[in-house]
């Protein structure tokens, strides 16, 4: 009900307190199964300083849309790129939506196809029903990666791109976009590369000695990349990244907006009104952390992962999916859905839906966390 009379500050917040206390907190280490984290506090710095910036109209907010700008920049060298063309959106449907929008636009296809990984994130659903494009799924092989000779054998006169995901949401498995990129290049058509968790975390992970495919932009048929800074990238939601190789991308997807203070601007967001201050924030984190900072969290989230991976594997009655690729480790049971259950009981914030459980090594995920979860997963199991 709309209240008639307005309540004293402090009485709302308490209400408010009360009314959110049963969600679970990153930093009470509960949370296991979630891609985000914690924000970290230079960003809530930012967050809190810059909260009426409005990048939908970057007349008014001149110097945050120039920030936004750089912060593009930064992930487009990040991914390979000197100059690369993109926004910081709010998040990685958007940012995947946005790349198919651009190559449904820049295709002449009639009944439009696009081909994609049946590991591929919900969000391709969205930008299918929204856009009118058909969604062709390839096949996994055994590891989980997308069949390549599925792909190239699914390719019809109506199909607009290909994607192919680095960091899969369930088992954060990267595709061979190598090999995707010959086919894209043979075939003249543009690929997708959904980083929006690995691409804060393959970087890192390689430069530490991590044995993982080439990605981005380094490959030549690699068109756009989805990479989330609110994922790994430890800033506040919503902050996706969408980023595009060349401005040709942008064009096909911006429309005038004429009467705005800036001028006759350009929007390619789905969003009008939209944060500066996360785009803000994504800048800050970069600057603050560059390489190095990031490469200390993608080292100990990778270590934590591998020590995970190993006591998961000495647990009777358990096994893993596969070997973990990136900082996420997902497991079988006996009785999953009992074991969830119980698992959940007891506070834990995972889930089993895909028919195992997800374990993200974000960076709010300590030892003595998990040692917990093994501990009580154990004594699940034996009941
Ligand atoms: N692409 C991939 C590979 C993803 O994993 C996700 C999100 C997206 C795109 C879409 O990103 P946005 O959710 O930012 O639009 N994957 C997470 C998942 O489904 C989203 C998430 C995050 C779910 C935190 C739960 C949670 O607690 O697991």
Redesign the pocket.
């Known amino acids: 009900m709309f209240p008639d009379e307005g309540m004293e500050e402090e009485a709302v917040l308490d209400e408010l307190r009360k009314k959110t206390s049963r969600d679970l907190t990153f930093n009470s280490g509960k949370?296991l199964?979630?891609?985000?984290t914690y924000p970290h506090p230079l960003a809530r710095r930012v967050l809190s300083e810059y909260l009426d910036r409005n990048l939908g109209d970057p007349g008014l907010h001149v110097g945050s849309q120039a920030v936004e700008m750089e912060a593009v920049g930064m992930l487009s060298n990040l991914l390979g790129l000197d100059k690369g063309y993109g926004n910081i959106v709010?998040?990685?449907?958007?940012?995947?939506i946005l790349a198919v929008r651009a190559f449904r636009n820049l295709a002449n296809a009639e009944k439009p196809e696009l081909i994609l990984p049946e590991s591929?994130?919900?969000?391709f659903l969205k930008a299918s029903e929204m856009l009118g494009v058909k969604l062709v799924w390839a096949k996994l092989k055994e590891d989980y990666s997308v069949d390549v000779g599925d792909v190239e054998s699914k390719i019809t006169e109506n199909t607009i791109g290909i994607v192919g995901?680095a960091?899969?949401?369930?088992l954060g498995v990267v595709d061979d976009i190598p090999a995707l990129s010959d086919i894209a290049l043979d075939y003249g058509l543009p690929l997708h590369v959904?980083?929006?968790?690995?691409g804060f975390v393959i970087p890192f992970a390689r430069s530490l000695g991590y044995e993982l495919p080439d990605f981005d932009f380094r490959l030549r048929g690699v068109r756009s990349i989805?990479i989330?800074p609110?994922?790994m990238g430890m800033v506040p939601?919503?902050a996706?990244g969408i980023i595009f190789r060349e401005k040709k991308f942008i064009e096909a997807i911006s429309v005038p907006a004429p009467y705005l203070a800036g001028g006759k601007v350009w929007q390619a967001t789905i969003t009008g009104t939209r944060p500066g201050a996360n785009a803000l924030a994504v800048w800050a984190m970069m600057k603050h952390l560059g390489f190095s900072g990031y490469r200390e969290v993608v080292r100990r989230a990778m270590e934590l992962s591998r020590w995970f991976a190993g006591e998961i594997r000495r647990i009777p009655g358990v096994y893993l999916i596969r070997e973990p690729m990136l900082n996420i480790v997902s497991f079988g049971t006996r009785n999953l859905e009992k074991v969830e259950e119980e698992l959940k009981r007891r506070g834990w914030?995972i889930s089993a839906h895909r028919g195992y459980i997800?374990v993200?090594m974000m960076p709010h995920v300590r030892r003595e966390h998990l040692e917990e979860f093994l501990n009580d997963l154990k004594d699940v199991l034996t009941r």
């Open positions: 949370i199964g979630s891609m985000c709010s998040g990685g449907t958007e940012a995947n591929a994130h919900f969000s995901i960091g899969t949401t369930g959904d980083a929006a968790f690995g989805t989330d609110h994922k939601i919503p996706g914030g997800r993200v």
